[in-house]
């Protein structure tokens, strides 16, 4: 369905259907233009009664879950973090994301990462996980998404700038990414 056919539906109609709920978040997946797939989510935001309605909030919380941490533009992730929240789904995503960051596959827990980095969430016992991911992950790719999170949430705790200060003295891709966020927080060179 089209992203004006939509809109029209749920905005100037008041069309609130199952199956609007459905095509909205269909979009929100499929969609090729970033725009469409923010319109999408705001749809969804404006639909929250149908959604209580027909007992879908678990459906819709499992397709906007997936695009905090599988979406290429930052605005519609942006949209899916600040959708989360208006529809009171952000306590129950909370537990979902900190429980990903144990996972023992790694793909899971950079999404568990990314994630945090989308929805802003900041605290004292997250950043010591964060600095224990970062130190002591066998995972590169796990450690490089906490340091763009500590990046993007503008962690600068001192034992972050510690941590990130030592691994931009090395080589290679987490180097150079250590590197990034030290200059980032701190505006330091190495």
Not at 35 to 58: P, Y
Not at 96 to 123: H, T, W
């Amino acid at each position: 369905m089209k992203s004006w056919c939509l809109e029209a539906l749920v905005r100037s109609a008041k069309f609130y259907t199952e199956e609007v709920v459905r095509a909205c978040l269909e979009q929100l997946s499929v969609a090729r233009k970033w725009e469409n797939r923010k319109t999408a989510v705001n749809l969804v935001v404006n639909l929250k009664g149908a959604i209580d309605k027909f007992g879908m909030s678990q459906f819709v919380f499992e397709g906007l879950e997936n695009k905090l941490h599988d979406e290429c533009s930052r605005e519609v992730r942006k949209s899916v973090a600040k959708a989360i929240s208006e529809l009171g789904l952000y306590q129950k995503m909370l537990s979902v994301v900190i429980r990903k960051l144990d996972d023992i596959n790694e793909d899971v827990r950079a999404q568990g990462v990314m994630s945090i980095s989308v929805l802003g969430i900041k605290g004292k016992s997250l950043l010591n996980q964060l600095l224990d991911i970062l130190e002591l992950d066998s995972s590169i790719f796990v450690r490089i998404q906490v340091m763009r999170a500590v990046k993007e949430l503008r962690m600068r705790d001192r034992r972050v700038v510690r941590l990130l200060r030592e691994r931009a003295r090395g080589t290679g891709p987490m180097c150079l990414e250590a590197q990034y966020a030290l200059y980032s927080l701190t505006g330091e060179t190495e």
